[in-house]
């Protein structure tokens, strides 16, 4: 066994011991994703998107009309006026960045209650402001209230863990979601496609395009958030132990 193959060996022994928790939580998803376990975290990334396209919609001078959810993990917001191109690259990249700051503040700052229950109180202002129809009413007025519940009742670490997987399935799910909606299934009517009919170029040229930038928000997240030690510790703050 030579020292380089042993160095490496070293090394990945001890990523894999400083990172345990991220890694493990990767892998349940992965082997999950395609089970009904998994589907009411899915909707929850779909949120996401949309409110990334609702919020596009209105810091670019446009209205929200509707936002709507739907069981088969699908979404759309109605808007009127802003920029069109902005809003519809809103959508996969808005619920990266989203998902991406929600990971980076759980492993970086000890604010997980906070940011869990200002989560639930934007869910909840949404419900209240944009959303009309049963399936999303029901689905974000007790998926806020749950995150209002978790960050009163549980504890720093649950609130931390709620956080991570909220933040790794957005990171795990977009890309894919990229692939396969604007990429693989081209003629999709996505937000690539409705890019393509509005302004011209391929809906792959669109697709790829997020694709690559979901890709380097991913590379930049994972190296400047994980730290050198990303494991909850109980009674220890983050800030000494993602140092």
Known sequence: MTFAY???????????????QLILIMVVLF???NTPLVIPLKILIVFLHELSHAIAAILTGGTVLDLSLSPNQ???VISSGGSRLIILSAGYLGSLILGAGLLMLALRTDFDRQILALFGVVMLLVTLLYIRDWFPL????????GMLAIARFLSLEI???VLRVIGLSSIFYVPYDIF??????????SDAYMLSEEFGLPTVFWG?????LSLVVIFYCMR?????????QIGRVKRNKAS
Do not use: P, Y
């Not at 029901?138 to 209230?145: D, H, K, M, N």
């Open 6 to 20: 042993r160095q490496g060996l070293s090394d990945g022994m001890q990523i894999l011991k400083n990172h345990w």
């Open 31 to 33: 082997l999950l994703w």
């Open 74 to 76: 699908g979404g759309h």
């Open 138 to 145: 029901l689905f974000c007025t007790v998926t806020g209230l």
């Open 159 to 161: 609130n931390d863990m």
């Open 180 to 189: 396969d909606d604007t990429i693989r299934r081209s003629g999709l009517r």
């Open 208 to 212: 790829g395009l997020w694709l690559v």
């Open 224 to 232: 400047f958030a994980i730290g050198e030690n990303s494991n909850i």
